[in-house]
């Protein structure tokens, strides 16, 4: 059963700072993961996604990696900015085609 | 602004009541999901229509039921309400099947179950 963790549940970073978020998954049978953006009590906006056979994508400040023989994505954003504190999530599409979204991480940054 | 909306934002039910929720796909979308988010958790999937037929479910009850219709809407709806029914619900489209494509969310409804 694919099971889907971020690590770290929160985190705080000053403003200007480079920054990585994590998400680990166990079965590697996957044909793509995405990562999602989401403000508090508000529905989510993709920022990237990544099909299986892809190593990463970019979109401005942010690039994001999947590793599957390691089971695992990052989330790397550059330069943050106050405007980037948010909940952020990964989901992947399992060959059984199921969405499984990890729990995210509690994104703040400080001014 | 990813075109998707819900109706309503809000809704307060009582336990063993019903309720329909609804979902605005972008024009052209064939697919729809809709996902279950509690407090502090991450969506859970409940199942997804393409083309009017679902196309996979995840795990929960038969009392979650839906409909896609083809003017690109659809609906959630839940019998018998339980407590713990309480939660975000979010709908998502994209444009091809299996989620293969970027999903666009609506901004969700919010629903409390006394």
């Known amino acids: 059963k694919q099971e889907v963790t971020q690590i770290p549940a929160a985190l705080s970073v000053p403003e200007g700072e480079n920054l990585v978020l994590n998400c680990s998954f166990t079965?590697?049978?996957?044909?793509?993961l995405q990562w999602f953006r989401q403000d508090p009590g508000k529905g989510l906006t993709s920022l990237l996604l990544?099909?299986?056979?892809?190593r990463e994508q970019t979109s401005g400040r942010l690039n994001a990696s999947l590793d599957k023989s390691s089971g695992r994505s990052t989330l790397y954003i550059a330069a943050s900015q106050p405007g980037d504190s948010a909940t952020y999530l990964c989901a992947l599409l399992n060959r059984d085609d199921k969405i499984i979204f990890g729990k995210g991480t509690r994104l703040h940054i400080l001014p | 602004e990813t075109g998707v909306t819900q109706s309503p934002t809000h809704l307060i039910k009582t336990r063993g009541q019903q309720v329909t929720l609804r979902c605005s796909s972008q024009?052209?979308?064939?697919?729809v999901s809709w996902y279950q988010q509690a407090l502090g958790q991450g969506p859970q999937f409940i199942f997804q229509y393409y083309r009017e037929e679902e196309n996979g479910r995840g795990n929960f009850p038969p009392r979650f039921s839906g409909l896609q219709f083809p003017n690109y809407s659809s609906e959630l709806n839940v019998n018998a309400l339980e407590l713990d029914d309480s939660a975000l619900y979010l709908c998502?489209?994209?444009?091809?099947?299996?989620?293969?494509?970027?999903?666009?969310f609506g901004p969700g409804t919010r629903l409390t179950v006394l």
């Open positions: 079965d590697s049978a996957i044909y793509n």
């Open positions: 998502a489209s994209s444009l091809g099947l299996r989620g293969a494509d970027t999903q666009y």
């Open positions: 990544i099909q299986s056979s892809q």
């Open positions: 024009s052209g979308h064939n697919t």
